[in-house]
């Protein structure tokens, strides 16, 4: 009788139920970071409304990026991490396309928070199906 390692099996049974995190790959990518609120002085008309029609709510992890991310992987609703903040991020919002390798971070109404943050270098990790 034939005995497979019981890593073989777990990646055969992985692959056979649909569980594709060996199939992902992260990708990490240092970007400019600033941060935006929905205050009326940074926003059109519909401040809680997003490029991809997602409505932001103060207190939801998010960010907007630039157009160039988005040919490097990013997409609506993919989650991110940010170098110096504590957990992931969700991709909700584009910004104009003459940014590039940029994020912009959203932080509810709190301009003074946002003001604070500033501009910096961060590195951005994220994960994608490699096989999409």
Not at 25 to 52: C, G, I, M, N, R
Not at 67 to 92: F, H, M
């Amino acid at each position: 009788m034939h005995v497979l390692p019981l890593s073989i099996i777990a990646l055969v049974a992985m692959h056979l139920s649909g569980c594709k995190d060996d199939d992902k790959q992260t990708t990490a990518l240092e970007v400019t970071a600033t941060a935006y609120t929905s205050t009326h002085s940074q926003t059109d008309k519909t401040p809680y409304l997003a490029a991809w029609n997602n409505v932001l709510k103060p207190g939801v992890k998010s960010i907007a990026v630039s157009r160039d991310l988005l040919k490097k992987g990013l997409k609506n609703g993919s989650k991110v991490t940010i170098e110096g903040l504590p957990g992931e991020y969700l991709v909700l919002d584009k910004m104009h396309k003459r940014w590039q390798n940029k994020i912009d971070i959203y932080m509810g109404n709190d301009h003074d928070k946002a003001k604070k943050w500033g501009k910096k270098t961060v590195t951005i990790r994220w994960r994608e199906n490699s096989l999409e």
